[in-house]
């Protein structure tokens, strides 16, 4: 049984934009199409595999990086910076108001006697907000990445699961229901909400890079120093070498008196040693050539004196020269390892940035319970005030959003009466624990 050809990434990207743009395209063989575009004259021929370029010379190779790839993809990216989508999978139980009295009074938190009194119920449409940033992280190297949120534009709170259902194939682009669309808080600042929530991200995901980075940092500057370091030391100590040979030329010799008296006899020893009578003419001709040989051993002694001199000076020279060489290359190490240094340093400074491509709008159904809250009368038969609130039950999560508080907004599951001022004001047990700090704090002061 012959296997089933499957289709790549790379080709459902092309079908899929080829069929968006209004284009047609036709598979000739496997990983070979034929693709006419609307903003093309005649058709092209793509091909998946390398190989196929032997049999199509004509075609072209259609990967990543690759120039008709990133054409197609730029192209396509244009395109579809804003779309719409509907769920029409949430589930919205059809119970009577005794289930849903019950389930508002486990799940709400009332003061003690207060009544829940439900007056209406309805679905209706709750606009989201899903947003792709593209975030550039630009160091020693480029990364790009992509980071979402989305936000309910009822409550302006953060929705978890939309990810999941943007790739479960949940979301629909048709609208199956007729619900009334709820209010919603504006485009902007649900734009910035999101924005707000990628940026928390974001920071935490950045700190970690450059807690990596600097500790990379750290091992190559340390490598660097160490290798100059070796290289330096190996400098100095020819320097050294070279100073301790000067240092030499200009120091006599140990031995220079004891050879002169050995190679510069006393003439009155040589004529001892001959002990042989002598008559006068004999005896000055051998003074004379005694004193010949002595002057030319002082002359000659006097031209090696010389000599050496010379040859010392041109080696003290060639020395000295040595040594400025040397510190030279010592002074352009330290230029190149400063560069070096400054070269990886620049290289490990993290630079983000963060641009907005798509956006998505969502509507997803929600149950909406406008409530009363009835607590009972204070001592004395004085009426307390009422409460009217929504409450809203979430079919994709299956449970009541919280509601927000009347004095401070934030959402909360429990609502009390709390006496500030002489007026009795509902607010969540938040705002009650803070009322009880600071009147605490003020009694302490007095």
């Not at 390398?50 to 259609?62: R, V």
């Not at 003419?281 to 005694?290: I, L």
Request: aromatic share 6%; net charge neutral.
């Amino acid at each position: 049984m012959s296997a089933i050809p499957t289709v790549t990434p790379l080709e459902t990207f092309l079908q899929s934009y080829t069929e968006a743009v209004g284009g047609v395209w036709e598979e000739v063989e496997p990983q070979v199409y034929d693709v006419l575009l609307p903003d093309t004259p005649d058709s092209m021929r793509l091909v998946f595999d390398s190989d196929a370029l032997d049999e199509h010379p004509s075609a072209q190779f259609f990967t990543f990086g690759s120039a008709v790839m990133d054409d197609f993809l730029a192209k396509a990216t244009a395109q579809g910076n804003i779309a719409e989508a509907y769920i029409n999978t949430a589930h919205l139980p059809s119970q009577g108001t005794a289930y849903w009295l019950q389930r508002l009074k486990r799940e709400l938190m009332v003061p003690e006697g207060a009544e829940i009194r439900l007056l209406s119920l309805r679905p209706m449409d709750v606009l989201h907000l899903v947003c792709w940033f593209e975030v550039t992280f630009l160091s020693d190297e480029k990364e790009q990445a992509l980071y979402s949120a989305a936000v309910d534009r009822l409550y302006g709170r953060q929705v978890r699961y939309l990810d999941t259902i943007l790739h479960d194939g949940t979301a629909e682009s048709v609208r199956r229901t007729l619900y009334p669309v709820a209010g919603t808080i504006s485009l902007e600042e649900a734009y910035l909400l999101t924005r707000e929530r990628i940026l928390r991200t974001l920071g935490a995901d950045a700190n970690t890079r450059r807690a990596d980075m600097e500790g990379r940092l750290q091992r190559q500057t340390r490598r660097i120093s160490n290798y100059f370091e070796d290289l330096r030391d190996e400098l100095r100590a020819r320097i050294e070498k070279a100073q301790h040979k000067i240092e030499l030329l200009h120091a006599p010799p140990p031995e220079e008196k004891k050879t002169r008296r050995k190679a510069a006899p006393n003439l009155a020893s040589q004529m001892t040693a001959l002990r042989k009578p002598l008559t006068k003419a004999q005896q000055k001709a051998a003074e004379k050539a005694a004193a010949d040989a002595e002057k030319a051993r002082i002359l000659a002694a006097e031209a090696a004196q010389a000599l050496s001199a010379t040859a010392c000076t041109a080696q003290e020279a060639e020395l000295r020269e040595e040594i400025r060489s040397l510190e030279e290359r010592v002074a352009t190490l330290n230029r190149e390892e400063a560069v070096r240094l400054d070269d990886v340093r620049k290289k490990s400074v993290l630079r983000v940035s963060m641009r907005l491509t798509n956006y998505l709008h969502v509507h997803i159904p929600r149950l909406f319970f406008a409530l009363e809250i009835v607590p009972a009368p204070a001592r004395g038969g004085m009426p307390l005030p009422a409460l009217p609130l929504t409450m809203t039950f979430d079919g994709m999560m299956e449970r009541f959003d919280a509601a927000p508080c009347p004095n401070c907004g934030k959402p909360t599951y429990s609502l009390l009466l709390q006496t500030i001022a002489q007026k009795s004001l509902w607010c969540c047990s938040a705002c009650v624990q803070t009322s009880q700090n600071v009147a605490a704090s003020g009694n302490k002061k007095r």
